[in-house]
Each structure stands twice: as structure tokens, then as C-alpha cells.
């Protein structure tokens, strides 16, 4: 089964940006689609962006113009560029098929704060 490990997070400052990275331990952008999700303290875990194997994304209204996904086939990894964080993007960020197929990894903590 295809695992995912997410890397990138950590602590910025409103109006910041980082770019997470999702590993995955095999070639599958290529046949499935995939999402980034997040997960808030005392919150559900939500979808924050999916793009499809033939690079068609779509974004959560609240991340729309600030966040972007995409897929390098050739090193098995995912990104997300996070631009204009806010408070509220405070989150550990995982990522999986669109589906949720795959077993959780362990995610990326990402702050906002000043």
C-alpha cells in the first residue's frame, strides 16, 4: 500500500508563505487524484485542495488565491505553496488520495502566528 509522508511545516508569520512536500513510496499521481487536508485543533479534518492526475486542481473557498497544489511524477512528490497565511490556516496538514484510500500520515504542523 502507498504511503505518504508530508514535510515543510512549521511556525511563520501572518502574510508569510511555505511550501509543504508530500513524499509518496510509490509512482501514483499518475492514476489516481490527490488532495492536501487539514486538521485544526478541536476540529474536523478538512479538505483544503485537490488536483486531479490530469493537473485540474480545485481549492476551499477559504484558501482560494492564496494556496497552490501540484504533482512532480518524476519525485513521487506532492507540494502545496501556502502564500498570505493567516491565523486560521493553523492546522496540521496531511496529505492522501482524493478518496482518503490510503492509510494518515503523520502530517505537517503549520503555525500562524505573530
Known amino acids: 500500500q502507498v504511503q505518504f509522508v508530508e514535510s515543510g511545516g512549521g511556525l511563520v508569520q501572518p502574510g508569510g508563505s511555505l511550501r509543504l512536500s508530500c513524499a509518496a513510496s510509490l509512482s501514483i499521481f499518475r492514476f489516481v487524484d490527490m488532495a492536501w487536508f487539514r486538521q485544526a485543533p478541536g476540529k474536523q479534518r478538512e479538505l483544503v485542495t485537490s488536483?486531479?492526475?490530469?493537473?485540474?486542481?480545485n481549492y476551499a473557498d477559504s484558501v482560494k488565491g492564496r494556496f497552490t497544489i501540484s504533482t512532480d511524477n518524476a519525485k513521487n512528490t506532492m507540494y502545496l505553496q501556502m502564500n498570505s497565511l493567516k491565523p486560521e490556516d493553523t492546522a496540521i496538514y496531511f496529505c492522501?488520495?482524493?478518496?482518503?484510500?490510503?492509510?494518515w500520515g503523520q502530517g505537517t504542523q503549520v503555525t500562524v502566528s505573530s
Open positions: 492522501n488520495t482524493r478518496g482518503s484510500s490510503a492509510s
Open positions: 488536483i486531479t492526475t490530469g493537473g485540474s486542481a
